[in-house]
C-alpha cells in the first residue's frame, strides 16, 4: 500500500523538504534483557509474520510455478486458509488496530488511514501520500502519527494483546508495527532533521511490549547489529530490517512468547504493478527462508515456534488512466464548500472529505443537508459502488447507479456465519446478501461480513458522515490524494480487497473464525496452552 502509512513516505518528505542528513542519535535503550521468555524451554513461542497486501492469488502461482519453496513448506506443514476477512476500511492501520486489539473501528476507535475528528474539527491523516501531507501539514502528520495513534486514539479503554500479554506475565515483541501499545516504557528517538523544523520533541515517551524495534525511531540491537535504517533504506522501516531482527532475536535464545513482525515492502510493489505481483512475493519467500535457516532445521523451527504468516488486505487492480479510474470527490459537490487540504474548517464549511483509496468518508457539517441529499449525489456516478450513513439505530446501503436502498441495524431474528443477529428490509442484493429461509440465516456474497464490519466503521468515530466505496478498477480522490492508474488499490470492502491468506505452522488449532479480529482471541488461547 503507497498509504505511506508506517511514515515511510513522511521520511521521504523530509529528504526532499530539508534535504538528506544521518541520523546520529545512538539507542536510548536496550531491552534484550528483558524481553526472553521466562516460560520453560518446552513451551512454544509465536512468530506472527503480517505482510502487507500479501494475497493467496500470488501464493499459489508461485508454488504452482515452484517459485515459493518458502511458502510451499510453510504450507505443506501446517494449515493454509485463503479468506480470512480483513478489517475495514482495508487500511493497514485499521487493519492493524483490528488484529491486535480484536475488535472492528467502533471499539478500538481507528477509523482508517484519514478521517476527521468532530471533537477537534481536524482532519487526522497519519501518512496518505506526500502532495496531501504537505498540503495537510507535516507537522499535524507526524503528531498524529508518531504520538496520538497510539497514546490518544486507539481506544485506551480496550487492551492490546500486548497490555493483556503483560498481565499474564508473558513476554511480547513488536518489529515495525505501527500499533505497538503496551505495558513498558520505551523512547521513541526523533533526529535532528525531524524534530528541528517541527513541534516534535527529541525524544518522544510511548508505552509498548517488552522488545519495541521501530526502525531507527527505537533501535534496541543499535551498536550490536548493523541494521538497514538509514533514510535512504526508510528509517529501518522495510523487510530487511524486521527479518534481521528477527533472526538476531533467535541466534541469541532471546525469544519473547509472542513476536509481531511488520513487512512492509511487497505493498508497494502491487500498488504500482497492480495485483498479482509475484516478484515481490518471491523476495518475501527468500526472506522466509533465510529466517528459517535461523534454526538448526526448518524442522526444528516447527518444534520451537508457531508460525503465523497473515495478509492484511487484498488489492484491486486500477484501472489505465484512458478508462477515467479515479472519481474526483470535490467536483461531485458543486455548490457545496467543501474544506481543501491543509484548510481550516470554518463556519461556513459543508463537506469534508477523508479518502481512503476505495473507500472515503464524507462528512456533512451544514445542518440545513441530509445525508440523503449528500447520497443522492454521490450515487449519481456509476463508479460508486455503495454510499452508507446511520440514523438512529438503522444503517441504510444505497447502490451507485441505481439507487437501490438497503437498510439494517443490529439483534433483529436473522443470524449470519458469525452468530451476529440482524434485521434487514430493503434490497438485499445492494449489499448482496441472501436470506436461508430455512434456518433464518444471511449468507453473504461480495461483500465479507459486510453488516458488522459497515457497522464497525459507521460507529467508529463520531459525526455525521456517509461511508462511499467505489467499484472494481475505480479509486476515490480528493484534490490531492495519491491515485494508481494501472496499478493496484484498496480500502473498500470487496471480497477483493477484504479476503487475505492465513497460514499457521506448528499447532493444529484453529481461531474460532476466519476473520482478522478473530486472531487475538486464538493467540492468547495458544499463549496459555502451548507446549
Known sequence: MLKIIRFLYIAF????VLGCQRQDSKANEQDLFQVKSVKDGHSKKIIFLLIDSLMSQAIDQ??????????????????????????????????????????????????????????????????????????????????????????????????TIYEDLAKRGLKAGSINGLIYRGSRDHKLSIPAWIHGPTSLPKEIPVQGPDFLAL???TNPLKGIKNLPDDITRRIGINNQYSIETVKHLIQANKLPDFLF????????????????????VKEVDQQLHSLLRSFPSPEEALKEVIFIIAGDSGMTRIFPAEKNPVI?????????????????????????????????????LNRNKSLQDIARLLTTDPRIDFVSWKENEWMYAVQGATAKMLQYKADGKIKDHYQQKWAVKGDLGVLDLKVNAVNNSIV?????????????????????????TAKPGYELADQSSPTHKGGGGHGSIRQEESLVPLIICGTDQKPQYLRIIDLKAFLLKLLSNSK
Do not use: C
Open 62 to 159: 508461485g508454488i504452482k510455478q515452484k517459485e515459493l519453496p518458502a511458502f510451499q513448506y510453510l504450507i505443506n506443514h501446517g494449515q493454509y486458509n485463503k479468506n480470512m476477512v480483513s478489517s475495514f476500511p482495508t487500511m493497514s492501520v485499521t487493519i492493524d488496530s483490528s488484529l491486535l486489539t480484536g475488535s472492528y473501528p467502533n471499539e478500538n476507535h481507528v477509523p482508517g488511514l484519514t478521517w476527521f475528528s468532530s471533537d477537534t474539527k481536524k482532519v487526522i491523516n497519519y501518512g496518505t501520500g506526500p502532495m496531501e501531507v504537505l498540503r495537510h501539514g507535516v507537522d499535524p502528520t507526524l503528531v498524529d502519527g508518531l504520538i496520538h495513534l497510539n497514546n490518544k486514539h486507539l481506544n485506551p479503554k480496550l487492551p
Open 261 to 280: 513482525v511488520y513487512l512492509p515492502d511487497l505493498d508497494q510493489k502491487i500498488h504500482k504493478d497492480g495485483p498479482p505481483s509475484l516478484n515481490g
Open 13 to 16: 518528505i523530509f529528504i526532499l
Open 328 to 364: 474526483d470527490l470535490p467536483s461531485m459537490f458543486k455548490g457545496y464548500n467543501v474544506l481543501s487540504p491543509g484548510e481550516n474548517v470554518t463556519d461556513k464549511t459543508e463537506i469534508v472529505l477523508a479518502v481512503n483509496e476505495t473507500m472515503a468518508y464524507v462528512y456533512k
Open 215 to 217: 526502525g531507527s525511531l
Open 444 to 468: 453473504y456474497g461480495l461483500y465479507p461480513d459486510v453488516l458488522e464490519r459497515l457497522s464497525g466503521a459507521l460507529h467508529s468515530h463520531k459525526g455525521e458522515f456517509l461511508v462511499v
